[in-house]
């Protein structure tokens, strides 16, 4: 049964919190409709949270919120077309042990498996591969409720509807459904290397053809990257051992060691080139392997706040060699690599992508320490090389600067304008953002 009831809500990083007056949890897509339609009734807006993990307020409840929680799971599989639905409130680390289960699989997926299928469809949750797209983009058929309390249903195609609900960012409706394209269950081989700055920029071409998925985490201002490259093998499970290792590192290096040298930094900001500079010399190299879903994700026990940019990928090189430059010279309190990763264009109205092959780079912060000075100068740099913020990242986007960044945002306003007329959806940070 639903229930709308008084609860305070935060985000994962603790940057955001909200008290919204109620808080629904639907265990039916009925239960949906009649939320809505209380809502248009009453003139409330509606945010559905999700695993509320983004860093922006793009999940932030003004008046209402509702969460998924209750609409879990795997509904059905259809293996002549590779397609498998799911209730929209599927966490991703549930829905891909699921679709091994049926001998399937995502083509790709980031490196966090705790967000919604719905949420990470709806912001455009990506992982890395030259000619990999996001979550969003595997996506081929969406089921919703929009602000008329009126059940949608759309099978993609090129058109308007299509371009709008792939990367909806929540404003279309409630969505409930989703059916993903999906792949023969496959294994990962992940090779960790340490390289120069210098070696892994003169690589960088090469590995991205090489490699099915390539990853840089570089170290700001220093002479290190750690290179992440993975590849398709034979089926086979991650075994005990590679678990075992891997438990250790996550959880006593990273969550022991790891937050202890970031509360010496909060403290003592000045120590953060002497702990990057450490943090680079004892980074982890090595091989694994395993099931794709056992391989993609990585344990992210230590919080802090993020940004993150898409630029044309035919920049990445002169970008990373400005910055490289300018941090060695200036470096900021900041001892958290910067997380390099690529995607081939989407045309979906608000894909960072806008069409073409993109490097994603991601900023990261210890929570509790200020980001301001070091995210003020990343925004003016990407800006530089055309970057456009990741939405579900912290990001200082105007509604001017949207309409500069997404050439089609009159056409998603468009389909938005038709399927919540009243606004339901549209909340306080929405309105300044588009």
Known sequence: MMRGKREYWQNWAENLSAQPESFHYPQTIEEVQQIIDSCRIRGKTLKVVGASHSFSAVAKPDE????????????????????????????????????????????????????????????????????????????????WVDGNGQIRHHRREDDDLSKALSISLGLLGVL??????????????????????TQAKA???????????????????VETVQVKSMNMIPLAKQNFRSKSLEFIKDGVIETVGFKLMSEMVRVKPRLSRKVTKFAAATIPTGSKDGYYYEMFPSNRLVKFTECEYAIPLVDFEACMEEMHDFLKAHPFYVHFPIECRVSAGEDAFLSPTQGVDVAYLAFHMYKGMDNGPYFKWVDTLMKKYRGRPHFGKLNTLTSNDTKKLYPHLEHFHAVRRQCDPQGIFLTDYMKGLL
């Not at 992940?190 to 390289?195: F, G, M, R, S, Y």
């Open 176 to 197: 409930v459904k989703v059916t993903i394209r999906t792949v023969p269950l496959y294994s990962l081989a992940v090779t960790t290397e340490k390289k120069s700055f």
């Open 203 to 221: 690589a960088w071409t090469n590995a991205l053809e090489a490699h099915r998925h390539i990853e840089w985490f570089y170290f700001p201002g």
């Open 64 to 143: 209402e919120a509702l969460s998924l929680e209750e609409m879990r799971g795997l509904i059905a599989v259809d293996r002549s077309l590779m397609e498998a639905t799911f209730w929209a409130g599927t966490y991703l680390y549930e829905a891909a042990p699921l679709l091994a289960s049926a001998n399937m699989a995502f083509e790709n997926m980031g490196d966090i498996q705790e967000q919604t299928i719905g949420g990470a469809i709806s912001t455009g949750t990506h992982g890395t591969g030259k000619y990999l797209a996001s979550l969003s983009n595997q996506v081929v058929a969406w089921t």
